[in-house]
């Protein structure tokens, strides 16, 4: 999952609908001079947020519906791309588990009075631009595999200790198990692809 898919809209969206207090988001802070309020967009997943931010409810609503914005981006490309019968069975599921959990984000974000980022402004995989047939699938298994090792890691031992409300703590909870699921399936298409 691209848990990390930083962009300043999901800034901007964080600080919005939470009030005073939340700038600090789970978000790279730029070198730039306006770092307090500047957030660095980065394709990668949310295993390397920094440790020192500060996250909350809002924060973590955000970067789990923008990545699962960027699993259905990426899984659609791929149903579209991919040559393997495995892949493509691979990014269906995906496709529809992560377009189910974003629909699970957007009702716990209007319960919380949360604001979501907007789904035009999440950015392609780099690791997939340009890449065509067996490269494409080989690229698109090994992301999957990457991240959702990354973002299972993440959600146990940092998202879930962070998140205040019992709603989307359950939430990230019910989520680990899909997230392991993936990564089996997308373990088992890689070795399908090496034979």
């Known amino acids: 999952m691209k848990w990390q898919i930083l962009i300043p809209a999901v800034a901007l969206a964080a600080a919005c609908s939470g009030g005073e207090g939340n700038r600090d988001t789970a978000y790279r802070q730029t070198d730039s001079a306006a770092a307090d309020t500047t957030m660095a967009a980065t394709p990668d997943t ?3 947020a920094p440790a020192a931010a500060v996250l909350n409810d809002s924060s973590i609503v955000a970067e789990l519906a923008t990545a699962d914005m960027a699993e259905v981006q990426q899984a659609r490309t791929a149903l579209k791309e991919a040559k393997s019968a495995a892949v493509k069975t691979l990014a269906q599921r995906l496709e529809t588990d992560h377009a189910a959990h974003l629909k699970q984000m957007r ?3 209007s319960k919380l009075k949360l604001t979501l980022p907007d789904s035009s402004s999440v950015p392609a ?46 939430l990230i909870r019910t989520t680990v198990p899909k997230l392991q699921a993936h990564l089996a399936l997308a373990q088992t298409t890689e070795r399908k692809l090496g034979s």
């Open 46 to 48: 949310m295993a390397h």
């Open 107 to 109: 009702t716990l974000a």
């Open 125 to 170: 995989a780099p690791e997939l631009a340009g890449k065509t047939g067996a490269a494409f699938d080989s690229a698109f298994v090994q992301h999957a595999i990457d991240d959702h090792q990354k973002d299972i890691d993440k959600l146990q031992n940092t998202l879930l200790p962070a998140a205040q409300s019992a709603d989307l703590k359950s």
